[in-house]
C-alpha cells in the first residue's frame, strides 16, 4: 500500500441517520469531469461497515454534443469514471433497453487499485439456482443462444484486468454475446476484506442492489428511476443518486418505499472523498458552513499544520481522528 499522507483509522458517529438528508451544494463538489455550461451530480451511498456518508461527483457538458436531447445517465457515469481516478463502474448490457449497474466502487488511488481486488466465484456462481443463465447448456427459455462454458472465468478475470486501467469492468457474459445476461453480479466480490475506510464495494442482483433515483439538487426531489441508466436523459441542475439496497426477499428492508425495496434514506455528501480537509492556517472560534474545526487531543484548537494526531469537527457534529505525517 502506498504512503497516505493523511490516514484516516476512526469514525466517531455523530451523524443522525435520516431520510431526505442532503441539497447538493454545487460550489462545494472537487470532483468534475466533461465540459461545458450544463451541470449535473453523481451521489453513490454504500451499504457497508464504512462512513455512512455519500460520495459526490460533478459532470458538466454542451447541449451541443448531445443532439438526441442531452446525455444520458450511463454518459454521465462514464465520463466521471473516465474523469477521476477513485471510481470504479461494474456494467453489462442487459438487452435492448441498455445496460445495468452491477457494481460500483470507491477508494482511495493512494491504496492501489480497486479492480485488482475483485474476483468472480464461477463455482458459487454456476450453482446458485437463482441465476437463470446457464453457463454449460443454453437457457433456450431465456433466449439465451450459446454458452461460454468453462472459459467463463477466463473471459470474467480478463474483464477485471482491463478495469485495471479503464475503472470500468464490462461483464462479458451479457445479452449481446449470448442472447440473454449473467445476472451473476452477487458473485463478484473482493478476494479479502477491505478496509472501507478507503475502498468500498457493492454489488448483487439478488441479496442486494444499486436502486437508483434521479431529479433535483435537494434529496426531497428525487424519485425512484423507472428508467435503466441508459435511457435516462439528464438536464441542467439534475442528480442522479445510486443507493446500494440490501434485500431480504422481493420487498423487503428499512426505509423501504414499498414499491421497491429500495430505501429512501441518505447520508450527508462527502465532496472530497478520501482526502479531509484539514486547516492549513490557523483556526479561531468561527465554525464556517461546511467547515471542520481541527482540535489536539487536549481539546485545544489547533491549526493541524504540524505532524500529530488531530480531531476534526464538523458542524453536523461527525468527528473524524487523523494522523498528520
Not at 453489462?92 to 470507491?106: A, E, K, L, R
Not at 437463482?130 to 439465451?144: A, G, K
Not at 445476472?183 to 454489488?203: E, T, V
Not at 434521479?214 to 428508467?227: C, F, K, R
Request: contains cysteine.
Amino acid at each position: 500500500m502506498k504512503h497516505r499522507n493523511y490516514i484516516l483509522f476512526a469514525i466517531t458517529l455523530g451523524v443522525a441517520i435520516t431520510a431526505n438528508a442532503f441539497v447538493v451544494d454545487w460550489d462545494r463538489i472537487e470532483h468534475w469531469s466533461g465540459h461545458g455550461d450544463n451541470r449535473a451530480a453523481l451521489v453513490v451511498q454504500f451499504e457497508d461497515d464504512g462512513p455512512e456518508e455519500a460520495y459526490v461527483w460533478g459532470f458538466r457538458w454542451n447541449a451541443d454534443d448531445y443532439p438526441d436531447g442531452g446525455p444520458t445517465g450511463e454518459d454521465m457515469f462514464r465520463t466521471v469514471v473516465a474523469g477521476s481516478s477513485d471510481l470504479l463502474l461494474f456494467t453489462q448490457y442487459t438487452g435492448w433497453m441498455g445496460s445495468t449497474v452491477d457494481g460500483i466502487g470507491c477508494f482511495d488511488p493512494k491504496s492501489g487499485s480497486l479492480a485488482g481486488s475483485i474476483t468472480f466465484d464461477f463455482e458459487h456462481a454456476k450453482a446458485d439456482a437463482r441465476v437463470s443463465f446457464d453457463y454449460f447448456v443454453p437457457n433456450e427459455m431465456m433466449n439465451q443462444t450459446k454458452a461460454p462454458g468453462n472459459f467463463t472465468p477466463v473471459y470474467c478475470k480478463r474483464a477485471i484486468d482491463q478495469a485495471e486501467n479503464t475503472r470500468v469492468i464490462e461483464h462479458p457474459i451479457n445479452a449481446v454475446e449470448y442472447g440473454y445476461p449473467a445476472y451473476d453480479y452477487d458473485w463478484w466480490q473482493p478476494s479479502a476484506p477491505l478496509d472501507p475506510m478507503i475502498q468500498r464495494w457493492n454489488a448483487g442482483w439478488y441479496d442486494g442492489y444499486w436502486s437508483y433515483w434521479v431529479g433535483g439538487a435537494d434529496s426531497e426531489d428525487l424519485s425512484y428511476s423507472g428508467l435503466g441508466y441508459s435511457s435516462r436523459k439528464l438536464t441542467d441542475g439534475q442528480v442522479d443518486a445510486w443507493k446500494y439496497t440490501l434485500l431480504d426477499g422481493p420487498v423487503s428492508g428499512w426505509g423501504s418505499d414499498g414499491a421497491t425495496g429500495a430505501s429512501t434514506a441518505w447520508h450527508q455528501l462527502n465532496y472530497s472523498h478520501f482526502d479531509p480537509v484539514v486547516p492549513t492556517s490557523a483556526c479561531d472560534a468561527t465554525v464556517r458552513e461546511g467547515e471542520p474545526q481541527c482540535f489536539d487531543l487536549q481539546g485545544h484548537v489547533a491549526d493541524g499544520t504540524s505532524a500529530g494526531v488531530y480531531i476534526l469537527r464538523y458542524p453536523s457534529g461527525k468527528t473524524i481522528k487523523i494522523i498528520r505525517k
